[in-house]
């Protein structure tokens, strides 16, 4: 039981380095991870900006009546 509330005391990534004793193996895995991650929301909010702005030109080239409806 103590054991278990231990790991709810830590991190769990600290956890696991240190009952799996691979503190220094990991590091490069972890840092390479949290770059891929920092790369991936930057990509993502270029992404969802530009469909923003594909979304605001569409828009003008879309005629609309008054029901909502868009004419052929």
């Known amino acids: 039981m ?17 009952n799996l004793g691979a503190v220094g193996q990991t590091s490069d895995d972890v840092e390479a991870l949290q770059q891929e991650v920092i790369d991936l929301r ?9 469909n923003k702005e594909l979304k605001a030109k569409l828009q003008q080239y879309e005629p609309s009546s008054e029901d909502g409806s868009t004419a052929n």
Do not use: I, W
């Open 2 to 18: 103590a054991h278990y509330r231990n790991f709810l005391e830590q991190t769990p990534l600290r956890f696991v380095k240190q």
């Open 42 to 50: 930057q990509r993502c909010a270029r992404l969802a900006e530009e």
